[in-house]
């Protein structure tokens, strides 16, 4: 093998044993194992655990970011329901790597670590604003995607947590719960509330969105 | 100045300085000179910046955590609201050490630091759950009580970078956030309608839920 070769046989290994387990608990000798190299030969491509886990983090962002892409047809919940199906995918594959990464601790917060979610971050904010047709946010939109963002990560990580409710409702459900965070801060913001008013009117009443303003309504009366 | 006493002078002192400027521009030196001693004194009272940092941080804890103690009567949104109120004077006085610490990083990611933080959100937790009169969550209603304490976080995060929106404003958002995720829910789980319905029925039209409500009424229709 080819030098950048053997480097991406490495990398693709070590994520997939830094997914299904917290990366504190992945050795190096386990990961050169498991590569069917010797433990010296990994540290001649990595010079040390952190930067083989940031070289797998790394494509694993990019692996995420790539999720988010969707094509701009069609009404915008069942968009972002088909984006979440898919992020819900790679959750469920990086499960525990995931919830290491994301709860935080030593063994993951590096700089660099920090960078390449931040990246993911601003990737799935930067296609949602292009969804919205909106090519600079007010700070309230800003605030409603971004910290929508956040509850989306919040929610995939209680979900691993047992995974105690079916993941299929949780993927419709943040759908909704996007819809439900925008309506809140119309109130405070008129371009919000274009914004809002413009994605629901091309909803079906069958889609998530839909759905949502029927169960409000009637909880409301 | 006895031994306890000058520990507890130094944790102010250091909390002062963590809260100001992000705990890795904060030196040893520094908190030496700010306290008035030298800088071998402050290490025969704490082994080095991190276990004062961890001392500081547990003194902010407590003091967060304490300030969502609110009395168990009137509405549940006024209450939630009082407390919301707490919540950003805290992140206003502690901003810059409260965004590096939530941000991750290795300077305060310590496995002392992360259990410190998710004290004070279960501490958060607790009191959402006693408030609403529950002593068992359901596995959707610990999700939109421990997805919303996230998107407080969130909030007060983005709030911090630049303050561009007026925490007012957010503070009252938040507590119609909580309405709005618990209504998304509440669709999935009877146990969740019932307990958003009697929250409900106590709100007087004027509080921030029964503004939303309002509200979503007129954007729905």
């Known amino acids: 093998m080819g030098v950048e070769e053997r480097r991406q046989q490495l990398i693709g290994v ?7 387990r917290s990366p504190d608990e992945v050795s190096i000798d386990e990961i050169a194992s498991a590569a069917g190299i010797s433990r010296p030969l990994v540290y001649h491509y990595f010079p040390g655990k952190l ?4 070289a797998a983090l790394k494509r694993a962002s990019e692996d995420l970011a790539s999720r988010f892409a969707e094509p701009r047809e069609g009404p ?22 995931f919830s290491a990464l994301m709860r935080g601790g030593p063994a993951v917060g590096s700089t660099t670590t920090n960078a390449l979610v931040d990246s993911v971050r601003q990737a799935a904010f930067d296609q949602i ?6 090519s600079e946010a007010s700070p309230r939109l800003e605030l ?21 409710i079916p993941r299929a409702e949780l993927e419709k459900q943040l759908v909704q719960d ?14 919000m509330a274009a914004v809002l008013r413009g ?23």
Do not use: K
């Not at 409603?144 to 105690?164: K, N, Q």
């Open 14 to 20: 070590a994520l997939d044993l830094f997914s299904r």
């Open 51 to 54: 930067s083989l886990y940031e």
């Open 76 to 97: 915008l919940g069942a968009r972002l329901h088909r984006v979440m199906g898919r992020f819900f995918d790679f959750v469920d594959e990086h499960g525990p790597g």
């Open 129 to 134: 604003l292009s969804h919205l047709g909106v």
């Open 144 to 164: 409603v995607v971004r910290s929508w963002i956040s509850l989306a990560e919040s929610t995939a990580l209680i979900w691993l947590d047992g995974r105690r």
């Open 178 to 191: 996007f819809a439900a965070l925008a309506a809140v801060s119309a109130a405070y913001d008129e371009g």
């Open 199 to 221: 994605a629901l009117r091309e909803e079906p009443a069958e889609s998530p969105f839909g759905e949502l303003v029927g169960r409000l309504i009637a909880l409301a009366s």
